[in-house]
């Protein structure tokens, strides 16, 4: 869409032309024109001006129709699989349009940047050592690719860690989840179909526990030209 800045740009360019043109008449530079091509010049001015404002408004009003919003969301339950507990990282799209993604990366506590294809065996081991999962146990991540799309009100699961209570109390559960989530730094660089670029961020919290009603989870826009 880059093309709809340069038209933009040219309209601008002329627009600013004809005001010269016209401060250059006024001013009696001896152009001589005749009053019915001064008027007429002033027409051409008036209508670049809202030919120039109808492409910028039009443009932004594009942008905010398909802005997309990410966020990650931390979920601890114990009712969705009677004798489990279940804990899920999601990333849903709340904005208007699809989210494109560029990059994603994700770190938990000491294992660092978790490549593509060692997320899955990662987080199954975590279920052993961080969460004391005994048993049965069920694990799923989803490690965004580039190109990847999240349609708008789309959710997506980054992490799922399913375990069995086996006798741990719910307030003892909750708290390693929190703690282990505490671990967790997540990325997503996004675009929209415009190109405007975005970034989600999860930032891991080293000192203070996370609630899941209170996420570290931050959303903005990067300024591009």
Known sequence: ?????????????????????????????????????????????????????????????????????????????????????????????????????????IAIGEDGNIP??????????????????????????NFLREGDAIDKGEEKTLIEITFRRDGVKFIEARKLVKLYLSTITATIDYHCHYGHKFKSERLALQKQQPEFDSLAVASFDLKTE
């Open 1 to 105: 869409m880059r093309h709809l800045s340069k038209i933009n740009g040219i309209l601008a360019l002329l627009l600013s032309f004809l005001i010269g043109s016209l401060f250059g008449l006024s001013a009696n530079l001896g152009w001589g024109l005749p009053i019915g091509t001064t008027l007429t010049l002033v027409v051409a001015v008036l209508g670049f001006g809202v030919a120039f404002y109808q492409s910028y408004a039009t443009r932004k009003h594009n942008r905010l129709l398909v802005k997309p919003h990410l966020t990650m969301n931390p979920n601890f339950s114990s009712i969705e699989l009677s004798g489990f507990y279940s804990f899920t990282l999601k990333v849903k799209n709340s904005g208007l349009g699809p989210a494109l993604i560029e990059k994603f990366s």
């Open 116 to 141: 593509h294809g060692s997320l899955l065996e990662t987080i199954q081991k975590h279920a052993r050592e961080k969460l004391n999962a005994k048993g049965k146990t069920r694990c799923g991540a």
